[in-house]
């Protein structure tokens, strides 16, 4: 599994015993996946290099996060630290993983800085990549203060933890042919996520106890109420992943929906969004509707798109909707065709004609199609010509003239 014949040879003292990961992985998670591939590679980041530009077919994608966190554990807090590395090929093919924690000593101001464990996820990352002898690599981050030191533009603290990870980083970057940081705000791309719930997974690990009396069923901590709860009734919030127990969820979604607000994650400043499909864990189906509702009432009829698929109906806005599919892996052509994909049943639909998505041809030929005429859709156009409905030209809903004069208003 190698982009060049030559070897990567280990790198000299006092390198070779933090190069030894052998004694680690009983202590964390590391998988190895499928074989080499090129591709193509598109990144949207802000990049620094000493270094020619190369084809970007050519390298490996290195994403690594390390995360410092104050945890409950039944009633004490507890600082942890982990990391998580995540290597793509050029097709964005994951080919390594792995999770590990990080231990924490002493709380000080350097344990409660954030950047040390991401210098030392970034350092074990290249670590892998060179023992699996990659020789051109890029790697990936969303956090300005590592980009700068990965990048040169600051200098560490003599005699810190810091100076010593970036000095091994440094002389890291000396075992591939080309090496390069990229840095970005998005935690859009996929890597990036990956390496952010593989570190999160690390911690949470820690912060759970196995029961006296059943050493199978794990408890962990509620944040939010200081109570003890079975880990299969904590809910994790997408993206986020901050993590509180079924009852707090409950009440605090239930309290921002009666002042009819769409609730958010209840962690401090955090503004993730919680979605309907996610709070079927713990909601009960009244507050489902609810939710469903609220959701409806603030978002305008001209943005709102419902999912076409008969077994979904979801309702999201058109913004939304765009949002998820630029993520989802859909095809830029695709996407300025009016391709859209449902957050929910995962279909592609289009966003103009309001039908499953009808590829490699227009709106148009679609309606002319035999699939059309002979499906549901055709069907219920038929249907409206007969009955005299109209389609709105703002949000496109079928509409019926029940009295009154033929002006309409779409609200």
């Not at 554990?73 to 507890?78: M, R, T």
């Not at 503004?271 to 409806?296: N, Y």
């Not at 219920?380 to 496109?396: G, P, T, Y």
Request: glycine share 6%.
């Amino acid at each position: 599994m190698s982009d060049d014949s030559s070897s990567c040879s280990p790198p000299n003292p006092p390198l070779n015993d933090a190069l030894d990961t052998k004694k680690e992985e009983k202590h964390h998670l590391k998988r190895f996946h499928g074989s080499y591939k090129k591709g193509n590679l598109s990144p949207n980041f802000w990049s620094l290099s000493s270094q020619s530009s190369l084809p970007e077919t050519e390298c490996f994608k290195l994403f690594s996060k390390g995360l410092v966190s104050k945890e409950l554990v039944k009633d004490n807090e507890v600082i942890f630290a982990a990391i998580g590395i995540v290597i793509l090929d050029p097709n964005d093919k994951l080919i390594f993983e792995m999770n590990m924690p990080l231990e924490v000593f002493e709380e000080n101001d350097e344990v409660k800085n954030s950047v040390w464990p991401q210098l030392e996820a970034l350092v074990k990352g290249m670590k892998h990549a060179c023992s699996l002898k990659l020789k051109k690599l890029i790697s990936y981050g969303d956090d300005h203060i590592l980009y700068v030191y990965a990048t040169g533009l600051r200098k560490p603290i003599r005699g810190t933890k810091v100076e010593k990870l970036v000095n091994q980083m440094s002389h890291l970057q000396t075992k591939f042919k080309y090496w390069n940081t990229l840095f970005s705000t998005d935690k859009g791309p996929r890597g990036i996520k990956l390496a952010f719930k593989s570190a999160r997974d690390a911690i949470v690990s820690q912060i759970q106890w196995p029961m006296m009396t059943n050493g199978t069923k794990l408890m962990e901590t509620c944040r939010l109420c200081s109570t003890y709860a079975f880990v299969n009734n904590i809910f994790t919030v997408d993206n986020c992943l901050h993590r509180y127990c079924f009852n707090c969820m409950g009440a605090h979604v239930k309290f921002m929906l009666l002042r009819e607000v769409m609730p958010k994650c209840p962690h401090g400043e955090c503004q993730t969004a919680l979605s309907i499909d996610s709070c079927r864990k713990f909601l009960k189906p009244g507050g489902v509707e609810l939710m469903a509702r609220v959701q409806a009432t603030i978002i305008p009829y001209k943005e709102r798109v419902y999912c076409p698929s008969p077994r979904c109906s979801m309702l999201m806005s058109r913004q939304k909707a765009l949002e998820y599919t630029q993520t989802a892996g859909v095809g830029v052509a695709e996407i300025q065709g009016g391709a859209r994909k449902c957050g929910k049943c995962k279909n592609l639909f289009c966003i103009n004609c309001r039908v499953p998505w009808h590829k490699n041809m227009t709106c148009n030929e679609y309606k002319n199609s035999a699939s059309y005429t002979n499906g549901n859709d055709g069907k219920l156009d038929s249907l409206a010509r007969r009955e005299s409905w109209k389609i709105c030209v703002n949000c496109n809903h079928m509409i019926e003239l029940a009295d009154g004069c033929n002006e309409m208003s779409c609200m």
